[in-house]
């Protein structure tokens, strides 16, 4: 079945794939966001499908660690969060891994994680 937006990291050995176009993708200010650079969408794990070898992660829980940020071990790409105990059902992709061109159009959205957990826009 045809995936509506697909990605990997540089070197291919972490892949994700959406089932549903995104709405928005969002950039966040909190202390592990703006280091990143990351671009997130949100997701249902139920409809994501994450694609790597255990060995070729780095999962990275900070915090609360309500989630782990998963980043390639060969590339060194952040290509996504797991959320963990009550949020396991959830995660976030990093757009950033994705051609420009399938994100034109997308709105990107501002979040205030640093500090008032707002939208800004
Ligand atoms: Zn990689």
């Known amino acids: 079945m045809k995936r509506a937006l697909s990605a ?4 291919g050995a972490v892949t994700w794939s959406l089932a549903e176009r995104p709405d928005k993708l969002v950039r966040c200010n909190c202390s592990l ?5 990351s671009l997130w969408v949100h997701a249902e ?3 994501t ?5 255990p060995e070729k992660v780095v999962k990275y829980a900070h915090g609360d660690k309500t ?9 060194g790409n952040t290509t996504h969060y797991e959320g963990l105990g009550e949020y396991a059902d959830r995660c976030a992709v ?5 051609d420009p061109a399938e994100l034109d159009g997308i709105p990107v959205k501002h979040f205030d994680g640093a500090e008032s957990w707002q939208y800004l826009d």
């Open 8 to 11: 990997s990291c540089h070197c």
């Open 94 to 98: 990093n757009a950033t891994m994705a």
């Open 33 to 37: 966001c703006r280091r990143v650079g």
């Open 49 to 53: 499908e994450l694609s790597y070898a």
């Open 67 to 75: 989630l782990s940020v998963v980043s390639c071990a060969v590339c």
């Open 45 to 47: 794990q139920a409809g």
